[in-house]
């Protein structure tokens, strides 16, 4: 099983910006980045495949949020600008242990192992 660690998180101005990282041993096929706040479901922010050739990201987050990947480090990072209240919540990443198909997913049920999540906070 591969082992997740999530760091970055913490309390942020609305406008303000974050990086999430997520160090990971062993190999994978790619990493998505996930969030849930509370009461709500586990909603897919984006993803990216191991090349990097592949990147995905919620309609929510498109333009605020990059995803990139050093791979000579297992460290995969979410670049989070022009934060909004509606961003908090915990924030997750997960790894892909299967090659996709077609271009990587955000969707919670293609990832097979999960970090414990790191809480992003949006206030003033």
């Known amino acids: 099983q591969l082992q997740l660690v999530e760091s970055g998180g913490g309390l942020v101005q609305p406008g303000g910006s974050l990086r999430l990282s997520c160090a990971r041993s062993?190999?994978?096929?790619?990493i998505g980045w996930f969030r849930q706040a509370p009461g709500k479901e586990r909603e897919g922010v984006s993803c990216?495949?191991?090349?990097?050739?592949?990147?995905n990201y919620a309609d929510s987050v498109k333009g605020r949020f990059t995803i990139s990947r050093d791979n000579a480090n297992n460290t995969v990072y979410l670049q989070m600008n022009s934060l909004k209240p509606e961003d908090t919540a915990v924030y997750y990443c997960?790894?892909?242990?299967?090659?996709?198909?077609?271009?990587?997913?955000?969707?919670?049920?293609?990832?097979?192992?999960w970090g414990q999540g790191t809480q992003v906070t949006v206030s003033s």
């Open positions: 062993g190999f994978t096929y790619g």
């Open positions: 990216i495949s191991r090349s990097g050739g592949s990147t």
């Open positions: 997960a790894a892909r242990t299967r090659p996709w198909v077609l271009g990587c997913t955000t969707t919670p049920g293609h990832y097979a192992d």
